[in-house]
């Protein structure tokens, strides 16, 4: 697959692959794209996971034609994307790789790779022939040692994690050969959300040094390859780091026998009646924590209700306060609300940890003893009244 001359896309689509990282689920899969440039001299931009793609050296060697690799560039050493390094090396043995030297002790350690190493430092250049790469130091995207790569020659950026998404790429891979809309926007915000966003602060560091540089084509290491509209996925990460979110709640409570849910319906309800069209409310021990710090990051408003357990909130919604606390979305309008049965417990814990997001509260809690009823519910009124004036403001 040729994306412009002598650049070459070798990207394989994952769709056995139940959790990313073990942790994160893959309901489209997820692509790992590496890229192969045969210029004058030859370089391969980042490999893949370990195994995802039997043929990928023989993919290689068919390009090359019998031509040596030179180098290999490694932006990012996680290795869904540097995991092939040892096999490339190994066919490759006069290969250079190319890597900032934050990256060289993690190079070692995975690989015992200590010769041919060729340090990287921001704005260097490497002149391929026409293509001449230049590199770009982007710590925290999301390693300490991610960097990109740009090729000075067709103004094309590869971002390695930035800016790429879940979801297998289904025949299309450029972004104007695929229906973006149909999941790819989402899966890069939940990408985005549960791996990159903790770094947001980076992020805009990242774009800053990137503002005024002319892209043509960002590549990223998964999904789409944006050559249309890549100011579209420069601005979505932009809003995306910066925290802006749109008018909308999400909800997600845990229930163990039906009363804190009621109150997440009623309060859902009440939303819904001050002209809030955006509310997802969510089980906590159903949806996955990745689906809901998405929707966290996409919509302004939070509210979160537990029931007691042991004196403490539920189990899963400590799983899903502990992934806020990692991720650490901003600038959100929240209410809380819990259920007990005898002394409570839940409402409480949730009430510490959001004192110590950074949040704005939006009205005071309502802790539900047993079954709900509506003079119980009376302060999810004022929750639900003051949660959509804020949104909206
Ligand atoms: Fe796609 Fe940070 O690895």
Redesign the pocket.
């Known amino acids: 697959m040729n994306i412009t001359n002598h650049l070459y896309y070798l990207g394989i689509n994952d769709r056995k692959k139940h959790l990313f990282e073990n942790n994160w689920p893959l309901p489209f899969g997820v692509s790992y794209n590496s890229y192969l440039i045969a210029d004058e001299h030859t370089a391969l931009i980042d490999t893949l996971e370990y195994g995802a793609y039997p043929n990928y050296l023989g993919r290689i060697e068919e390009i090359l034609k019998g031509r040596d690799l030179e180098y290999l560039i490694i932006n ?1 050493m ?1 290795p ?2 540097a995991g092939m390094t040892g096999e490339i090396c190994r066919r490759y043995p006069n290969i250079r790789i190319i890597a900032n030297n934050k990256a060289f002790k993690m190079i070692e350690n995975y690989f015992g790779f200590t010769h041919n190493l060729m340090e990287a430092k921001d704005g260097d250049l490497l002149d391929l022939g026409r293509h001449k790469l230049q590199f770009v130091m982007t710590p925290w995207l ?2 300490p040692e991610t960097m990109m790569t740009y090729d000075t020659a067709d103004h094309l950026l590869f971002s ?2 930035a800016f ?1 998404s879940f979801g297998c790429l289904d025949g299309g891979i450029f972004d104007d050969e695929l229906d973006f809309d149909y999941y790819y926007q989402d899966e890069m915000l939940r990408y985005y959300a549960n ?1 990159v966003g903790k770094y947001s602060g980076m992020v805009q560091k990242a774009l800053a040094k990137l503002a005024g540089v002319p892209l043509r084509y960002i590549c990223p ?2 999904g789409p390859i944006w050559r249309t509209q890549p100011t579209k996925a420069l601005g979505l990460y932009d809003k995306w780091s910066k925290h802006q979110a749109m008018e909308g709640v999400v909800i997600a409570f845990a229930s163990m026998y039906g009363h804190t849910e009621q109150t997440a319906d009623y309060i859902a309800r009440k939303i819904a009646e001050q002209g809030i069209k955006h509310i997802r409310v969510y089980d906590v021990s159903k949806t996955h924590v990745s689906y809901i710090l998405r929707d966290v990051w996409k919509y302004k408003g939070l509210v979160l209700g537990s029931c007691a357990y042991n004196g403490d909130m539920h189990p899963m919604m400590r799983q899903l306060c502990h992934e806020l606390e990692m991720a650490a979305p901003k600038c959100k309008v929240y209410g809380l609300f819990g259920g007990y049965s005898w002394n409570g417990g839940g409402l409480k814990k949730l009430q510490t940890f959001a004192s110590a997001m950074d949040w704005e509260e939006a009205a005071l809690s309502a802790d539900i003893l047993g079954a709900p009823d509506a003079e119980k519910l009376a302060p999810c009124n004022i929750l639900a009244q003051a949660i959509a004036a804020k949104i909206k403001e």
């Open positions: 990012h996680e869904d994307h999301h390693w390695c994690d790429g791996i290491s998964h």
